[in-house]
């Protein structure tokens, strides 16, 4: 195998736990980087549609065991989908100056080696699904699709952050078909919402790369919406918003119910209004404070859920 030193993980350009990878041996930080580990924003963001769900439902105490296992399952999921998209995406990733360090590209890890580690990942993944009812499994393997075809998203439209947004709100769906004899309204709202949030934060996640993407012919929401960016990702935040309102309206039609969703509306518009689209520091540290407001979601849904 190649010297793994070309992607040590302080090579990473937006690294959160570069000192946990430099633990790992030699051998194994290639896979933890291809997998995404030292970057827990990802697991984050997919993770918390999922809580929402099942706090909004009312089960986030009753099954706390099940949140568990979406968190693990978002861990192994998300680094599956990390080396899938690494593996289509590699000979772009050349060409784009934050990737091309990445482990497949530099030949850190083989191509084979790569599909052996997502199969391992999908492996556990598995065992998350085996807790599921059969509903919420079926709903959870119907995302497969979803998630094989996103990384050519980006090669025949100007939204894939929307087709993210769908894949990474599918646990919304899942979580609510954990719960017994729960009207499915509330719970497309919640999705519906999550989809919107999503092409938000995607979005101001893809202005670090909107040189290398028009270089290479990539296409994102961030190029379509050029110098309206602020007030597109402030929209979809808007719509997010909205959505989530009419959700907990359905399960609470209560103005006090309403009221807990107003720190995370606050979180996004503070978001929406300090953003600013050509610095890419600022634009990164925008885009990983949406694990904050994931968890201010989470909150509200648990208040509402706790009080039906």
Avoid at 54 to 74: H, M, T
Avoid at 207 to 224: F, H, I, N, P, Y
Avoid at 226 to 231: S, T, Y
Wanted: charged content about 15%; aromatic content about 12%; some cysteine.
């Amino acid at each position: 195998m190649t010297d793994p030193a070309p992607v040590a993980a302080s090579d990473v350009p937006d690294s959160e736990h570069r000192g946990m990878i430099d633990l790992l041996p030699a051998a194994a930080r290639p896979y933890a980087l291809l997998a995404r580990f030292d970057r827990p924003i990802g697991w984050w963001l997919l993770f918390w549609p999922g809580a929402w769900a099942l706090a909004l439902s009312g089960n986030a105490v009753a099954r706390w065991d099940l949140i568990l296992w979406f968190l693990l399952g978002s861990i192994a999921m998300r680094g599956a989908g990390c080396v899938y998209n690494d593996i289509v995406d590699r000979d772009l990733d050349r060409q784009v100056a934050r990737t091309r360090g990445r482990p497949l590209v530099s030949g850190a890890i083989s191509l084979k080696s790569a599909w052996l580690w997502l199969g391992s990942l999908c492996l556990i993944g598995l065992v998350v699904l085996l807790q599921l009812n059969p509903k919420a499994a079926a709903i959870a393997v119907a995302s497969l699709a979803l998630v094989a075809a996103y990384p050519f998203m980006k090669r025949i439209t100007w939204w894939p952050q929307a087709w993210l947004g769908m894949v990474f709100s599918w646990a919304t769906l899942v979580a609510w078909a954990e719960a017994a004899d729960m009207p499915w309204i509330p719970g497309l709202l919640l999705y519906a919402g999550s989809v919107c949030w999503v092409i938000g934060y995607d979005t101001i996640y893809a202005l670090q790369d909107v040189e290398d993407d028009a270089l290479v012919g990539v296409r994102s929401s961030a190029r379509a919406l050029g110098g309206k960016v602020k007030p597109g990702v402030a929209l979809f935040y808007a719509l997010a918003l909205a959505l989530w309102s009419a959700a907990v309206w359905r399960m609470r039609p209560d103005p006090l119910a309403l009221a807990t969703l107003i720190p995370i509306g606050f979180h996004l518009l503070w978001q929406a209004v300090t953003l600013a689209p050509a610095n890419g520091v600022n634009a990164l540290e925008r885009f990983r404070s949406n694990r904050n407001a994931g968890l201010l979601m989470f909150a509200a849904c648990l208040v509402v859920g706790q009080t039906l």
